[in-house]
């Protein structure tokens, strides 16, 4: 069974920093990209960033671009979301959402497995 | 970036009802459309990809239609575990994929 559980969200002040994780387990993490996605409260999805299996490349949408870096560590099968110079804006539940299709990015972009999400919120 | 605009914002139906849901493309995006249902306190769960394949577990009242910009999600006959909010989602123009802001369904 595929799994996916997100970890290290919680309150954070405006121009603060903090770390998610996200623990896969059920599948061959590393044939897989994986993204993150936020939901601000009461509000739609908003796709956030996406790493290739290997790792080697990372995209970010305008929003985070600068701010937030996505890494994984395959041997633990755990990816990371680094967000650092937050803002209130940012505050919103973080998923991790495996691709649907193994492989490069260039078949990427249809979320098949999510995890239960961690809530970020930037407030002073 | 792609705008992604759904319809109605809310859709009232009984249950056993057919439910009906648009989702329009600022342009096209070819077949790479993708529809996720979404419950209260809960994580989305894909439910149509490549704009009419169904994902694995779905049943069969869901459907998905359409290509270019315009695109249908038909539940054919609404049980009470189908009402949620519904998003889609292009996958053909990245970054950023895009979201619409979501069609909930709700009990008339």
């Known amino acids: 069974e595929v799994q996916l559980l997100e970890s290290g969200g919680g309150l954070v002040q405006p121009g603060g920093s903090l770390r998610l994780s996200c623990a896969a387990s059920?599948?061959?993490?590393?044939?897989?990209?994986i993204n993150w996605v936020r939901q601000a409260p009461g509000e739609g999805l908003e796709w956030v960033s996406i790493?290739?299996?290997?790792?080697?490349?990372?995209y970010y949408a305008d929003s985070v671009q600068g701010r937030f870096t996505v890494a994984r560590d395959n041997s633990k099968s755990t990816l990371y979301l680094q967000m650092n110079s937050l803002r209130a804006e940012d505050t919103a539940i973080y998923y991790c959402?495996?691709?649907?299709?193994?492989?490069?990015?260039?078949?990427?972009?249809?979320?098949?497995?999510w995890g239960q999400g961690t809530l970020v919120t930037v407030s002073s | 970036e792609i705008v992604m605009t759904q319809s109605p914002a809310t859709l009232s139906v009984s249950p056993g009802e057919r439910a009906t849901l648009s989702c329009r493309a600022s342009?096209?995006?070819?077949?790479?459309l993708a529809w996720y249902q979404q419950k209260p306190g809960q994580a989305p769960r894909l439910l149509i990809y490549?704009?009419?394949t169904r994902a694995a577990g779905i049943p069969p009242r869901f459907s998905g239609s359409g290509s270019g910009t315009e695109f249908t999600l038909t539940i054919s006959s609404l049980q009470s575990e189908d009402f949620a909010v519904y998003y889609c989602?292009?996958?053909?123009?990245?970054?950023?994929?895009?979201f619409g802001r979501g069609t909930k369904v709700e009990i008339k």
């Open positions: 959402a495996k691709e649907l299709v193994p492989g490069p990015i260039g078949v990427a972009g249809t979320f098949d497995y």
């Open positions: 059920g599948f061959t993490f590393s044939n897989f990209a």
């Open positions: 790493i290739t299996p290997t790792g080697t490349g990372t």
């Open positions: 342009q096209s995006v070819s077949s790479n």
């Open positions: 490549g704009a009419s």
């Open positions: 989602q292009q996958s053909n123009t990245w970054p950023p994929w895009t």
